[in-house]
């Protein structure tokens, strides 16, 4: 009955395509918003994501890296102490004003100040140590190219961010911000170019001996009351409190969740539609097996395993469409990404639909009745 299952799709298939079609659509559509909301809510986490250090070191309940405050500067001894700690260096951020060179608006800039030295372990991960030594140079700053048609420049020209004049001296890539530009600079210049100044850094990151030890040397940094207040994470623990703050405490994940909702019972109720149709088109078929013995059971089973391979060719053709789309975005510097668990997420998700749809078209196996091949 399996064999039978895959023969009468070989053998049908143009009355099985629409629905491999509309399950494929529905995989692309998942696929894709999954890609996105990763891509979106992750670059909330660039800054850790894209720097060696292993410890990060904040103001108490800081729940994203762009709400920090600053905490003592003090602290950077403390760190020091632990034996356990190899590198500790601060990291300032700043929200500034962009203005450029035609000065005909403002934009939001997030000013993120780092050691511009060969060793630094901020954005370590982004920038290329030729980039990162140009940033040395007094009011020296380097932006992602997808900002630059935003921020109307181009190398080696200036702009003023909260009035204080800045020369782009790089421009890198994989530094794309939600709801902003970042803009990345040395920690004199962040100084500099900071309204509000405060008396330390915002954090304090650190690289430890064994950065497997993260988790527990973090916990044994945290909350010394003679240093003022502050806490400490492990860099994973961080960037994962930061995508989580994005997509469920702001709401935005309330939106991107019930999307996700609808499209899967659109795609259920499309593809079960033109299964039951499938069904219902090779009724007399089924009703011929009935007659010869074939219990109905064995024919749900038959209706069950070309919904499975339904889904699985739809999954397929999602899949190798939806990597090629995702290749093309990345080109355009759209911010998409894909790990092994959002993969499997979508599989199931695609799966389930082929599922339900095939429970859905069993239904029609109540005209199986031998009796109607008298008719």
């Known amino acids: 009955m399996v064999a039978l299952a895959r023969k009468t799709l070989i053998y049908e298939w143009r009355r099985f395509l629409p629905a491999m079609l509309a399950v494929g659509f529905a995989g692309l559509l998942q696929l894709l918003q999954i890609a996105l909301v990763l891509g979106i809510f992750g670059s909330t986490s660039l800054y850790i994501t894209g720097s060696a250090a292993d410890v990060w070191v904040g103001y108490p309940g800081t729940q994203s890296v762009g709400l920090g405050r600053s905490i003592d500067a003090d602290v950077e001894s403390r760190l020091l102490m632990d034996p356990a700690v190899l590198r500790v260096e601060p990291y300032l951020w700043v929200d500034g004003d962009w203005r450029g060179p035609s000065e005909t608006g403002g934009v939001s800039v997030f000013i993120s100040g780092i050691d511009p030295g060969a060793r630094g372990l901020m954005f370590s991960k982004v920038l290329s140590p030729a980039l990162r030594a140009r940033l040395a140079e007094p009011d020296a700053i380097v932006v992602d190219r997808s900002a630059l048609d935003q921020l109307g420049v181009g190398i080696g020209q200036t702009a003023t961010i909260n009035g204080q004049q800045v020369r782009v001296v790089g421009i890198s890539s994989g530094l794309r911000a939600l709801g ?52 400490t994470w492990s860099a994973s623990d961080f960037a994962h409190r930061s995508v989580m703050y994005w997509l469920f405490d702001t709401g935005a994940g309330a939106g991107v969740l019930f999307l996700a909702g609808i499209v899967f019972l659109v ?87 082929a599922a339900v749809s095939g429970l859905a078209a069993m239904r029609s196996l109540r005209r199986a009745d031998p009796a109607t091949l008298l008719r």
Do not use: H, K
């Not at 600079?185 to 954090?203: E, K, Q, V």
């Not at 749900?300 to 397929?316: D, K, M, N, S, T």
């Open 180 to 231: 902003g530009v970042n803009v990345l600079c040395s920690l004199d210049t962040a100084r500099r170019l900071d309204s509000a100044p405060a008396d330390g850094p915002t954090y304090l990151v650190a690289s430890l001996r064994d950065p497997r030890q993260a988790d527990a040397v973090a916990a044994r940094l945290r909350g010394d009351p003679s240093f003022g207040p502050y806490t």
């Open 267 to 353: 795609g259920a109720a499309i593809t079960s539609q033109t299964l039951i149709a499938a069904v219902n088109g090779s009724v007399r078929e089924y009703a011929t097996l009935n007659a010869l013995g074939v219990g109905v059971a064995a024919l749900r089973r038959v209706v069950l395993e070309q919904a499975f391979w339904v889904g699985a060719l739809g999954l397929l053709g999602a899949s190798v469409l939806g990597l090629l789309l995702m290749m093309l975005a990345r080109s355009q510097d759209v911010p998409v990404v894909l790990n092994v668990p959002a993969a499997l997420a979508c599989i199931v998700l695609v799966m389930g639909l």
